[in-house]
Structure formats: C-alpha cells, structure tokens
C-alpha cells in the first residue's frame, strides 16, 4: 500500500488567495482526520470524517476553512482567503477505527507559507 | 474528559544513553494508547502501541508499558542513538472518543555522538 498520500507537499502562496489541499487515505480505511501543526500550537485536529460524514469540526478555526469528503479515497481542505496566519504544515491521517486498534496513520504533510 | 500530559522538552542525551519520556493520561473509558516519532521535514510515524492494562508495546529498541494504576505509558529505550533524534508524541484512542486521538505536545529528542 502506497500509504496516505497528500498533495502538494508544498504550497506558497499570497494572502487572500484560496489554498486547496488533497488527501487520498488509505483503502478500507473508515476515518479521516485533517491536523495542524505550528511552533506555536503544536498539533491540532481539524476535522475528521468517518464514512466521508463530517463527525466533529470543533477545530476548524473559522468560516475561512472548510473540508469535504466527496468519496472514501479523496478528501480536500480549503482556505479561502488564506491568511499569513495559516501558515504551518497540514497533516492528514486514516485510521480503519476499532478493527485497528485505533492506529492512525499519517501523510507526509504539506507545507503552507502564505505571504 | 480525555487527555495526555507529556514530559516537556527538549531532551538532551549522549549517544548509548538510558532514555525516558514520561506520559500520563486522563481517560474515561478503555483507550489504546500510542507513542508516535516524528523525524525532521516528514510526517508521524507510529512507533508503538498498546491497547489493554499491562500491554507492553515495542519496537526498535523502544519499550512502554500501559500501566492502569499509575495512568502512564512511559517510552523507554535502553541505548539511544544518534538516529533517535526526533520528537516523540504519546496519544490516546477509544472508542467513546470518536476514534480521535488525543496528542500530547511532544517531546523533542536531540542525541548527541
């Protein structure tokens, strides 16, 4: 299995514009989960979908984010307009749930530097 | 509700050290719980884990034991190398989460030769 995969894997880009990123988790898995990870913060969840149903949200940090879930190998985040802000590394991670003990596995991340 | 506290940072060691990172957690329920390493520029990497009371996970010469009474899940290694530089973050799972996960804040480990 090629494990989670992300896209880009860096993204620059100017304040104000829309940011999209892409997430294809791995196969069977039923949980997807979108984290943040800053100096400052550390490592937030975002989101997460179980059977490409969006579960909790709580974490995206306002109306500018937004995640969807069209089908069970494909999930994207939108910035729009992005912010100087957002800039930190996005994680996005799969996980078959109880039938595997829980184990999240993640992408390699992308990289967002809004100037 | 759930949590993780993790030792603060960062870890300083000379090679072939004795290693620990401390981790506590608060749960309601019956979690599994997880020691993730996270080398430079990459993505977490699942490390060990151990899903029931006195479960002992390990690999790579890494060792944790879950220990019900104490609430810990300390991450142990008996001879550290330069290679084992890395931030390392303990994490909880259940069921009566969602199946999210509860992250410490990460410990960074830099060893030296």
């Known amino acids: 299995d090629a494990g989670v995969i992300q896209s880009p894997r860096h993204e620059v880009t100017e304040m104000g514009q829309e940011v999209t990123l892409r997430c294809k988790p791995i196969s069977g898995h039923d949980y997807l989960f979108w984290y943040r990870q800053t100096m400052m913060r550390g490592l937030e969840l975002l989101i997460y979908f179980n059977n490409n149903v969006p579960i909790d949200d709580s974490g995206m940090p306002e109306d500018r984010f937004s995640a969807k879930m069209p089908n069970a190998s494909f999930s994207t985040l939108k910035i729009q307009p992005s912010e100087p802000r957002d800039s930190a590394v996005y994680f996005c991670?799969?996980?078959?749930?109880?039938?595997?003990?829980?184990?999240?596995?993640f992408g390699p991340g992308t990289r967002l530097t809004v100037t | 509700g759930d949590s993780v506290t993790q030792m603060e940072g960062p870890v300083t060691l000379s090679e072939e050290a004795f290693l620990t990172i401390n981790c506590t957690y608060t749960a309601t329920g019956y979690p599994s719980l997880f020691w993730y390493v996270q080398y430079p520029g990459e993505g977490l990497q699942l490390l060990l884990k151990a899903t029931k009371a006195d479960d002992k996970g390990s690999n790579k010469g890494f060792e944790a034991t879950y220990r019900k009474e104490t609430t810990s899940f300390h991450l142990e290694k008996g001879s550290v190398q330069v290679s084992d530089s890395a931030v390392y973050f303990c994490?909880?799972?259940?069921?009566?989460?969602?199946?999210?996960?509860?992250f410490g804040t990460g410990t960074s480990l830099t060893v030296i030769p």
């Open positions: 991670a799969s996980s078959p749930g109880v039938a595997g003990g829980y184990e999240q596995y």
């Open positions: 994490a909880l799972g259940a069921s009566n989460t969602g199946n999210q996960f509860y």
